[in-house]
Nanobody
Framework: QVQLVDSGGRLVQAGGSLRLSCAAS????????MGWFRQPPGKEREFVAA????????NYADSVKERFTISRDNAKMTVFLQMNSLKPEDTGVYYC???????????????????WGQGTQVTVSS
């Protein structure tokens, strides 16, 4: 089972950018589809983005399309989330997650992902 460590979250002003990173260890990183989720204050965890094993395919929540970009570096066993044009509603704890199942844009539920990072706090001020 792969272990994941998220980092990069901080306080940023609306309109700003952040890049989150998730470093993997203990498993064969390239055999996992990877995803990012977030949990806004007082709300349920929600899907943000996912990327296939090779990086050829990506999937995004409608709320972040054209603002966020997910990418991965299999040689460095790291997945990234570049977040631009941040809004206060992007505030939350961001988690990376690993999925050993087949690639599908329908795999956006927390139950589809078996390994999770500890989370990193992103706060966007207005």
């Amino acid at each position: 089972q792969v272990q994941l460590v998220d980092s990069g979250g901080r306080l940023v002003q609306a309109g700003g950018s952040l890049r989150l990173s998730c470093a993997a260890s203990g498993g064969t990183f390239s055999t996992y589809n990877m995803g990012w989720f977030r949990q806004p204050p007082g709300k349920e965890r929600e899907f943000v983005a996912a990327i296939s094993r090779s990086g050829a395919y990506t999937n995004y929540a409608d709320s972040v399309k054209e603002r966020f970009t997910i990418s991965r570096d299999n040689a460095k066993m790291t997945v990234f989330l570049q977040m631009n044009s941040l809004k206060p509603e992007d505030t939350g704890v961001y988690y990376c997650a690993a999925d050993r199942g087949p690639w599908s844009t329908r795999r956006t539920g927390s139950v589809d992902f078996g390994s999770w990072g500890q989370g990193t706090q992103v706060t966007v001020s207005s």
